[in-house]
């Protein structure tokens, strides 16, 4: 597509929860990134795709957080028993190459955890 | 280790006033540089990068950054800030050979008319 899609844009769960993002990149593009972005925070780096393979997990915050992606394709965050503080917008972005390519963003999935 | 420190967290502007944004950056070999912004309501886009060469990179809607290596800094600036401006801008930083961009934790920058 002409842009990075990020589905749904808005999400209210219970606490307990299980809930699946997803990311669908620029064709073409090899490499996807997840962000997380906490209200009055910076960017938390999550997890990098190169492919379908995931190279660096080293910012996913817990075990209830894993991540999947299908071949250079849509990519899903999956967030098991979410807890309140697991509420933050979540960024998707992709690139052509690896990081110094820079980034296209999608417009996030904004979690809300009740 | 990568990491971006930006040490304006609110800067606030009123029309037509200059705008410098500092960005601080701590790693030990080549980097590539990124500002980027993200208007009220919207994505993040990025604003202009350094990858080599002239150490003063123009970007879009009138802004410059330059890169001082010796000061591991990539300041931005705007001569005259627009209302339109109003946003919250990240630095980012790219070793060479790594994999992913670092953010700072961004500024949000409010211009009133």
């Known amino acids: 597509g002409a842009g990075v899609s990020q589905s749904p844009s808005n999400k209210v769960t219970e606490k307990g929860k299980d809930v699946e993002l997803r990311c669908d990149p620029i064709?073409?593009?090899?490499?996807l990134y997840w962000y997380r972005q906490r209200l009055g925070q910076g960017l938390e780096f999550l997890i990098y795709?190169?492919?379908?393979?995931?190279?660096?997990k080293s910012g996913l915050p817990s075990d209830r957080f894993s991540a999947e992606r299908t071949g250079e394709s849509v990519s899903t965050l999956t967030i098991q028993r979410t807890q309140q503080e697991d509420s933050a917008v979540y960024l998707c972005?992709?690139?052509?190459?690896?990081?110094?390519?820079?980034?296209?963003f999608g417009s996030g999935t904004r979690l809300t955890v009740v | 280790a990568q990491s971006v420190s930006q040490h304006n967290h609110h800067v606030i502007l009123s029309e037509a006033a200059s705008l410098e944004l500092g960005c601080n950056y701590s790693y030990g070999g080549t980097v590539n540089l990124f500002w980027y912004v993200q208007y009220p309501g919207q994505h993040l886009q990025l604003l202009l990068k350094y990858f080599s060469g002239d150490p003063l990179v123009k970007g879009i809607k009138g802004f410059e950054a330059e890169f001082i290596k010796s000061k591991f800094s990539f300041n931005l600036r705007k001569p005259s800030v627009q209302w339109s401006d109003t946003a919250e801008y990240f630095c980012a930083v790219n070793g060479e050979g790594t994999d992913k961009l670092i953010f700072g934790t961004g500024t949000r920058l409010q211009v009133f008319p």
């Open positions: 972005a992709s690139s052509q190459g690896q990081g110094g390519y820079g980034y296209t």
């Open positions: 795709f190169q492919g379908n393979s995931a190279p660096d």
């Open positions: 064709s073409g593009h090899t490499a």
